[in-house]
């Protein structure tokens, strides 16, 4: 690891831990494993968000596993009435798993969500929420966080859920396009994803949100 990019680990882990939420580091995608394994117990109830990451680096398919209770709601066959039966049952998950849009140095997370069934979990409803990242996910402030989603995070999820928006086809957000312009302004696609913007701080609940950050370039 680049001693540049170990020192910015180290300095938003402690952010982190001031902001109180519980930081971990993983060099590798098998020890994120394995300390997931130390985060969950038998007959947990699971959820997760919608994740690149947790598709790449195999933590979906430990979750999905038969030692716990995963509610899923991409299963063949699902109806969409039985998918938002999952979203409210997942207010009462013992565990949520998904990643975010970024994390900065200074220790908050930046989500930002279409349907916010994510970003709703993450604030509110189950006991324990579990984020795995890339370091590649770590930026300096949230005007750079702000920045990642726009030439980052949004345009790459638009193409992955073939939602036809400006970044999806563009590979940035509209916004950059307009001069003195705020948030999405100009995006008015039925499939924009960027709906509600959430900043995770400093925590009521100590260690409720726990964060992975792996050693390794991963999601978008």
């Known amino acids: 690891m680049d001693k540049n990019i170990d020192k910015r680990i180290q300095e938003t ?24 394994k130390t985060l969950i117990n038998k007959g947990d109830v699971i959820s997760s968000g919608g994740s690149a990451t947790l598709k790449e680096t195999g933590i979906l398919d430990i979750i999905k596993g038969d030692d716990y209770s995963y509610l899923d709601r991409t299963r063949d066959g699902i109806t969409r009435a039985e998918i938002e039966q999952v979203y409210r049952a997942t207010y009462n998950a013992d565990v949520y798993f998904t990643s975010s849009n970024a994390i900065t140095k200074t220790g908050y997370l930046y989500n930002v969500d279409g349907n916010s069934n994510r970003v709703s979990a993450i604030l509110y409803g189950p006991k324990s929420v579990v984020v795995v990242a890339g370091f590649n996910k770590i930026v300096d402030n949230l005007e750079k966080a702000i920045e990642r989603v726009k030439t980052v995070a949004a345009p790459q999820n638009t193409v992955r859920l073939n939602c036809n928006t400006y970044c999806a086809v563009n590979g940035h957000c509209v916004s950059l396009d307009i001069p003195n312009s705020h948030m999405s302004d100009g995006c008015h696609s039925d499939g924009r994803i960027c709906c509600n913007y959430v900043v995770c701080g400093q925590q009521r609940h100590v260690n409720r949100i726990k964060v992975i950050i792996i050693g390794e370039k991963l999601g978008y």
């Open 13 to 36: 882990m402690e952010n982190l831990r001031k902001n109180n939420m519980e930081p971990f580091y993983c060099e590798t995608i098998q020890e994120a494993q394995n300390l997931v």
